[in-house]
């Protein structure tokens, strides 16, 4: 069993920076995929980026070159640094563990909400 915990969010400006974190607890972090998703009012939940246990990386296209995600495997968070932050990436960020390539479960957070608007 995996419990998030993210924060980080609230209300930036456009062309703004905002970090998100998670924290995770209650299993071994390290062999877990870990990333983050979104999802804008009416709109399916999307992948913004992920990182997996060996560290290589995924992300969306409409955040490639803005947004980094990162991973302190001893501290068992999981970070996503957004940069150039523009109306569009306004939606509630979840965080997720991803286990099931190594028969553990797929776990998700209760979500920050991110707005961006002037």
């Known amino acids: 069993q995996v419990q998030l915990v993210e924060s980080g969010g609230g209300l930036v400006q456009p062309g703004g920076s905002r970090r998100l974190s998670c924290a995770a607890s209650g299993s071994i972090f390290s062999i877990y995929t870990m990333g983050w998703y979104r999802q804008a009012p009416g709109k399916q939940r999307e992948l913004v980026a992920l990182i997996t246990s060996g560290g290589s990386l995924n992300y969306a296209d409409s955040v490639k070159g803005r947004f980094t995600i990162s991973r302190d495997n001893a501290k068992k968070t999981v970070s996503l640094q957004m940069n150039s932050l523009k109306p569009d990436d306004t939606a509630v960020y979840y965080c997720?563990?991803?286990?099931?390539?190594?028969?553990?479960?797929?776990?998700w957070g209760q979500g920050t909400q991110v707005t961006v608007s002037s």
């Open positions: 997720n563990a991803d286990g099931r390539n190594v028969m553990r479960g797929n776990y």
